[in-house]
């Protein structure tokens, strides 16, 4: 789902996985994801202290074949994930680093200390032992996958949460106080895995999280690729006049980042049109029931044009829980 970027002819949260064309993944995504907000560069930080603690257990959410869904156990773990980040972000992408960014190869925030990494290994690039027993080389090669999780609670003891750096959810906060939000991000798969396993895993694990925290709301940004919003006038149009949030669930970006999104009168938008230039991985969020943010934000440094992408749990769209959410129960929904 979503919280933070990029894009790849496909939508992309920084943190959600690129989507790549129609053969592939066409229901939910993963990748900048349901998507985060304070600039990837700044304040690097050393991986994950307080999500390797909260993630201590390692709990396995699911397994298919040499496929795992689990989270982060150590460290070690989160930087295999920065490094998966970064080789999708800046190596396949168009994301321009910093110079530290680039000496170190990894994708890497303040935010990533605070969050659980959701992570997708492949254990039969290194058959036996866990990755961790056996080296960082070892524990790189397994994980192929990732997603980047952020509880309210935690949010609100560590400054906030990273999309705020572009959409007022302040109100939106407020507004909901009595419910709990997660949002996603820096979602990313590696190529030869953007596949369906891969993305049913990650939502597996994303939907067990959601249930085992009693969570209400996911929210992030989803990225397509490029920087000219004119360029994208009829997807973009046609999400504000036919998904846009409700009055209670409304979020607009900050205006030093606004961006309009109603370039093209909605008489005037053709939905099929807009449908097939839509990222595959914004067409599953329409498809599951999500909600659209007002405005869009440019991310220059990363080469990409983002909207924000609400999750009402309770209004996701009864197939996906049943596909996503059913193994695990069905979780607590908000008004």
Not at 154 to 181: C, Q
Not at 313 to 326: C, E, H
Request: aromatic share 8%; proline share 6%; hydrophobic share 35%.
């Amino acid at each position: 789902m979503i919280a933070g970027r990029p894009a790849h002819g496909g939508m992309w949260c920084r943190g959600v996985m690129p989507a790549g064309g129609r053969g592939e993944v066409e229901y939910l995504g993963v990748g900048s994801g349901v998507m985060p907000t304070t600039k990837t560069d700044e304040g690097g930080g050393s991986p994950g202290t307080t999500a390797a603690r909260s993630a201590a257990a390692g709990l396995s959410y699911g397994r298919r074949g040499d496929l795992e869904v689990r989270l982060a156990r150590s460290p070690r773990e989160i930087d295999a994930a920065q490094a998966i980040r970064y080789r999708v972000f800046y190596e396949e992408m168009s994301a321009i680093p910093d110079a530290e960014t680039r000496a170190r190869r990894r994708d890497a925030d303040r935010f990533d200390a605070i969050c659980d990494h959701l992570l997708v290994l492949d254990h039969a690039l290194v058959p036996g032992e866990e990755g961790e027993q056996k080296g960082e080389s070892e524990s790189l090669k397994k994980v192929v996958g990732c997603y980047r999780l952020l509880r309210q609670d935690v949010a609100e003891r560590h400054g906030g949460f990273y999309t705020a750096g572009e959409y007022d959810i302040a109100p939106l906060l407020a507004r909901h106080a009595d419910l709990d939000f997660l949002e996603l991000g820096r979602s990313c798969v590696l190529k030869p895995y953007r596949t369906r396993p891969t993305v049913e895993l990650l939502w597996h694990g994303i939907m067990h999280y959601v249930t085992a925290h009693n969570l209400d709301v996911m929210f992030g940004c989803a990225s397509f690729e490029g920087t000219d919003p004119e360029a994208l006038a009829m997807p973009l149009s046609y999400l504000h006049h036919f998904h846009a949030a409700p009055p209670d669930w409304h979020v607009r970006a900050l205006p030093g980042c606004y961006e309009e999104m109603n370039l093209i009168p909605k008489e005037d938008v053709d939905p099929r049109e807009a449908l097939r230039a839509l990222p595959p991985m914004i067409k599953g969020y329409l498809r599951a029931g999500c909600y659209i943010g007002e405005g869009a934000v440019v991310d220059r440094q990363f080469g990409t044009t983002d909207v924000l992408i609400l999750f009402p749990v309770a209004q996701i769209s009864d197939r996906y829980l049943t596909k996503f959410g059913a193994k695990y129960g069905t979780p607590r929904g908000g008004a």
